[in-house]
């Protein structure tokens, strides 16, 4: 398996506190992606980073930002978290983006509740 | 036509049987295609890439439609572990895009 972590496995809030999740890998990968999944719609990609401090918007990036200071190092924040942020987010890591390269590693998810 | 699109299941299917999935993809430029496994409330691995002359890995065979723009997954002498969500995923060339997935429950 990838080494991919994810931290906090489990959180609780409440609304409009600031949130921040971890994303550690140990595969010196270049990129870097979070998504969430909720039932009905699947994965949807949130926020990725092609790099040290290159970071890019995904499809549902409102509410969220990101940052990523390491090459194993990815956090997602949620500035002030809303009872629609509940949801299962994953980090995944790929080489590239082309070929065997876009191959997308996924860590164990983080599931978040917000009250 | 939504970007990538499956049927959401439940496919119930007895242990030993044969079972098919179809995606669909609306970009005709894609170039890469995956088939993902996700078993409930852990994270999707892949299960294999997917080539334009096909390909297999022991009981899964994979499929490309480049005319019908579609990906098909074949499970043969299906195993009670099968049972999972399977996700089509396809590159138009720019990003990743998942499918919802398929479920499948193999059944004893």
């Known amino acids: 398996d990838a080494g991919i972590t994810q931290s906090p496995r489990h959180k609780v809030t409440e609304t409009g506190t600031p949130v921040t999740l971890r994303c550690h890998q140990t595969e010196n990968h270049r990129y870097m992606y979070w998504y969430r999944q909720d039932p009905g719609h699947g994965l949807r990609l949130i926020h990725y980073s092609y790099g040290v401090k290159d970071t890019d918007k995904g499809e549902v990036s409102d509410g969220y930002s990101v940052s990523r200071s390491k090459t194993e190092d990815f956090l997602l924040t949620l500035e002030s978290a809303t009872s629609s942020q509940t949801s299962v987010y994953f980090c995944a890591i790929s080489w590239g983006l082309a070929g065997e390269q876009e191959t997308q590693y996924f860590g164990p998810g983080t599931r978040l509740l917000v009250l | 036509r939504k970007e990538v699109e499956q049927d959401p299941g439940p496919f119930n299917v007895p242990e030993g049987a044969t079972v098919a999935f179809n995606c669909t993809y609306s970009n005709s430029a894609s170039q890469s295609f995956f088939w993902y496994r996700q078993d409930c409330r852990k994270e999707p691995k892949l299960l294999m890439s997917v080539y334009s002359s096909g390909n297999e890995d022991g009981r899964f065979t994979a499929q490309l439609n480049r005319a019908s723009q579609y990906i098909s997954l074949l499970i043969r002498d299906s195993k009670l572990s099968d049972s999972a969500t399977y996700l089509c995923?396809?590159?138009?060339?720019?990003?990743?895009?998942f499918g919802k997935g398929t479920r499948l429950h193999i059944l004893p």
């Open positions: 995923v396809v590159n138009p060339g720019d990003k990743i895009i």
